[in-house]
């Protein structure tokens, strides 16, 4: 009882610094309802959003609309609301922003272009990057401008899709291919080498990319795959997160993967539909704070041993990275001393990776989650940069620095 009074408090708290775009915000924290729809984002004042009617039957990938956008100067920007596939395979629009540099290229042959997926992390809609790139608010530009400073065109895909399912992998890894696809339509050429990029969130979307791509999207030229810090298995990030400092994050991602898998909800008590409400509009820093909380997801749910209930297995199962061999070379970075998202999962996915037939260099390097992003960064795009070169890869390596 007390412990179901502390949690109520804690939802309480964090509504009086969260706004909430519901009708009764107050009412719903004291009886959660049972609509689905309560619980995801609320919808950006933008209609530039909303898909046209009849939109389902065109193919993934397809533009719908697009529109001009200041991000970077010396710079050509486009927003593209395109067709994807969400984690059931329905169909979704989603966005990406298109940055082409307005120097000329001057290397061999087309231009090339990288999928630049950063740590949305995030629940609500004014976090994804089609909101903050031309905003100026974006958190990861300045990874942006070292690849544009590389005179390659930038593909920034809203991946988490119009629901952002934060952590859901099946709908990043098509929403970054449809992106991509999309980006012909706005100078990107059809036939110009493709590597794809992102550190820790990012890296979910890059890893889902990479393994989808022979299937979903096999026309793309994909050279390499390069991410750092991956998340890749659920039932590691219960032992490293759940009811510890990134709880915060670890629910989050927990209410992303029930935007995409709704049946997850009737696992969840009212206190975890408490928190889904007052989480679903906010973004990575307040969901990071949030973790002081140490929340325990057994205390959202009134289902005994939550974590080996059968739908919690399927879905933790069906997004598990490794579990389909990528064609392209595959680059990762990973701390050392990195106890939020532990090396193992990486171990794992090239483990299983290179058993199947793929090429995967793996970089452990010193620094926990945060210092390995910045120690990690600088060879993973010198790594592309190779792969753009022609330079071949060495086969299935771990380095331990």
Not at 46 to 57: I, L, R, V
Not at 162 to 182: E, F, I, K, N
Request: net charge negative; glycine share 10%.
């Amino acid at each position: 009882m007390r412990r179901t009074y502390v949690l109520a408090g804690a939802a309480a708290l964090m509504l009086a610094f969260t706004p909430m775009a519901t009708a009764d915000p107050v009412g719903d924290i004291i009886a959660p309802p049972a609509d689905p729809s309560a619980y995801l984002p609320a919808p950006l004042e933008d209609s530039w959003f909303a898909p046209p009617g009849g939109y389902e039957t065109i193919e993934p990938g397809a533009v719908l609309r697009t529109r001009s956008v200041a991000v970077q100067p010396g710079t050509t920007s486009t927003q593209v609301l395109f067709r994807s596939t969400d984690s059931k395979n329905n169909p979704i629009a989603a966005a990406t922003t298109v940055i082409v540099p307005d120097g000329p290229w001057t290397g061999d042959g087309p231009r090339p272009v990288v999928a630049y997926n950063e740590a949305t992390d995030s629940l609500g809609n004014a976090c994804a990057p089609s909101y903050t790139l031309p905003r100026g608010t974006n958190k990861e530009l300045d990874r942006i401008q070292e690849l544009l400073a590389r005179n390659y065109a930038v593909v920034v895909t809203d991946y988490q899709g119009p629901r952002q399912a934060y952590s859901a992998g099946l709908v990043a890894g098509h929403t970054v291919l449809d992106g991509l696809r999309a980006s012909h339509s706005v100078g990107v050429e059809s036939d110009a080498p493709v590597a794809i990029t992102g550190y820790s969130g990012g890296a979910i979307a890059s890893g889902w990319a990479a393994q989808l791509a022979p299937k979903y999207a096999p026309e793309l030229d994909i050279v390499g795959v390069a991410f750092g810090g991956p998340p890749t298995d659920y039932k590691i990030l219960q032992r490293s997160l759940n009811g510890g400092i990134g709880s915060g994050l670890f629910t989050a991602a927990t209410i992303g993967l029930s935007r995409e898998y709704p049946e997850m909800r009737t696992l969840a008590n009212d206190n975890g539909k408490r928190l889904a409400l007052v989480q679903k509009d906010q973004c990575v820093d307040v969901l990071s704070y949030s973790g002081l909380l140490l929340f325990d997801q057994q205390n959202l749910s009134n289902v005994p041993d939550v974590f080996n209930h059968p739908i919690t297995r399927t879905v933790i199962e069906e997004n598990r990275m490794g579990q389909i061999a990528p064609e392209a070379p595959v680059y990762i970075y990973q701390g050392l001393q990195d106890n939020l998202i532990p090396k193992e999962g990486a171990e794992a996915v090239q483990d299983q990776w290179c058993a199947a037939g793929a090429s995967v260099h793996l970089e452990e390097i010193p620094g926990d989650h945060s210092a390995a992003e910045g120690g990690g960064r600088p060879g993973a795009f010198d790594w592309i940069t190779q792969r753009f070169a022609g330079v071949p890869t060495g086969g299935c390596e771990r380095v331990i620095r």
